[in-house]
């Protein structure tokens, strides 16, 4: 046998191994699922799976106006990244602020929110909020905060539209100071 012969066989052989292994790993997939379905391994994955979320109310729609306010003696700029949303009750959403401290030093400030109508507090569930902690700001610094909510499905009916107010305060002075003897004097 020539090495030209010899050659070639080997050629011919590789071609054929080639072929087998791309049919081989083609014929894999349907062969994986198979093997899942009889093993019960699919049933592991959708039970692992998160949840549909069945409590969304996708037959009302709630109008959600963001505001937001900063108290005379803070120097920040604070505002909602959008103006409204609109959200069904029972819908996880988040919605974006931007706090600018427009100032030259560090400031802390926490805000408080508050609701209009006032009995839409009752039933506004939020998972995320700036408000939970002060903030503390370096001069000039601009930060994005979230807020993740829910609106429970119970909200009546009526109430259409929420207003969603936060207020920025400077929590600065809040620090305990020491206590004065009981004449006046410092001691």
Known sequence: MSKKDENRGILVKMLVVTVVMFGFGYALVPLYKKICEVT??????RAN????????DSTRVVTLELDANVRSDLPWKFRPLQSSVKVHPGQLVQVM?????????????????????????QFFRKQECFCFAKQTFAPGEVRQM??????????PKDVTTIT???TFFNVEGA?????????????
Do not use: C
Request: aromatic content about 6%.
């Open 40 to 45: 019960g391994v699919n049933e592991v994955e």
């Open 49 to 56: 799976a998160l949840p549909l979320n069945t409590q969304v």
């Open 97 to 121: 602020y931007e706090v600018r401290n427009a100032s030259d030093r560090p400031i802390t400030g926490q805000a408080i929110p508050s609701y209009g109508p006032q009995v839409a507090g």
């Open 146 to 155: 979230p807020v993740v909510f829910v609106i429970d499905a119970g909200l």
């Open 164 to 166: 969603l107010s936060y």
């Open 175 to 187: 620090a305990p100071t020491a206590a004065k003897p009981a004449d006046g004097k410092a001691g």
